[in-house]
């Protein structure tokens, strides 16, 4: 038999791209999800037994991207109950190495006890603070080892000044080929569901800073594979490829 796995994955890669570019299959995802948003569906899932607040779509894109770029340390910001936490754990894992260093505003004891005391807890450290704050941003920092690949996940305060703030302050330790994944940018397009309470959408989302900021700068990429296969996802667009 013929060895087709390059030409598999390449026809995988060109229907991804005109997944993405098919908005009207795209609006409708958006949508679907937006209504399942009224029976709070990114609540229902976990990763190894720890509440994961995601779409499974994003989980696995997450998936194929560590796999493919093999950070050895995986920045998050905001990680609620720890699920993501637990899953980019259980992804370094699998690579054999890597640590997570998982960052939130408000780490509560049950939830720091349900990452501290999981069998995949020893690959996260986590730093309680506000993302950009100077403090937790040099705590962050201090934990990068040299030459250490990195990816960053922006997943906190979803505020148009907080995610321009975080990719201010996290953008430069991306290291040139891994991601910048800015989450819920899907606020922008579907917000009625998660406005309240905290009056994001229109404007003051992740998608307006993270527009500007790639306006401003050449050294990431929306990268249209990713991005064009997600359908149902908190985070259109919202995945960028450090290019250089
Ligand atoms: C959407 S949840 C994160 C979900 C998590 N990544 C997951 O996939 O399960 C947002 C989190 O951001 C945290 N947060 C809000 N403002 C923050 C800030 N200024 N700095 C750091 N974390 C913040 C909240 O405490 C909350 O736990």
Known sequence: MKDDRAEFEQQARRDAIALGEDEAINRDGLHLLREAGKHRYTYLWSWLGVPIIQVPSDVMAMQEIIWETKPDIIIETGIARGGSAIFLASMLQLLGR?????????????????????????????????????????????????????????????????????????????????????????LAIESDNFTPPHGWGNGNDPMAAMDEFLAAGDRFEIDPVYNGKLLMTSSPRGYLRCVR
Not at 108 to 118: F, G, K, L, P, T
Request: net charge negative; glycine share 8%; no cysteine.
């Open 98 to 186: 890597g640590t997570v260093v998982g960052v939130d505003i408000d780490i509560r004891a049950h939830n720091r006890d349900s990452i501290e005391s999981h069998p995949l807890g020893h690959r996260v450290r986590l730093i309680e603070g506000s993302s950009t704050d100077p403090d937790t941003l040099a705590q962050v920092i201090a934990m990068i080892e040299p030459g250490g690949k990195v990816m960053v996940i922006l997943d906190s305060d979803h505020s148009y000044t907080h995610v321009k703030n975080e990719l201010a302050a996290y953008a430069p330790l991306v290291t040139e080929g891994q991601f910048l994944i800015v989450a819920d940018t899907g």
